[in-house]
């Protein structure tokens, strides 16, 4: 669970709080000129999501632009496999399974995957763990500025 949820659900113990989950500051990071339109949107969506948790930097485009165009692959071959349906005739005139299905799932795999390493999800945000300065590294700042977040929030 996050920490700030964790914090808002009334967490006092400090073994159940990871006080290294960053909190840096926030980047904007520009869309690559050359990314589809689809997968342009999607970026537009996740920087605005979650640009206020300064997890994305710099370093992270690469990796963001491979799931934006995975995510933009799955949902293709998904809208694809839902016309044609999960069978298809094969050469000889026999049902087979459509290869539209593993494209799907490989795609679906690597945007889960993706995800979880750009702190997408609840629980990878939750064991993340970033660089802060030296005066919110002790324990004490780290809570504060958790309880501060939390309260923003509300």
Known sequence: MPNRLKIIRGETRPSRVNYDEPMPTALHLQVPE?????AREIWVTIVQAIHHTGVLT??????LRMYCEAFVRYRSAEDMLTKTGPLIKGRNGEFVKNPLHQIVRDNALLVRALGRELGLTPAARSGLRGDLDAQANSAGAKLDALISAARRTR
């Open 34 to 38: 050359d990314l589809s339109a689809d």
């Open 58 to 63: 710099s370093a992270d485009v690469d990796t």
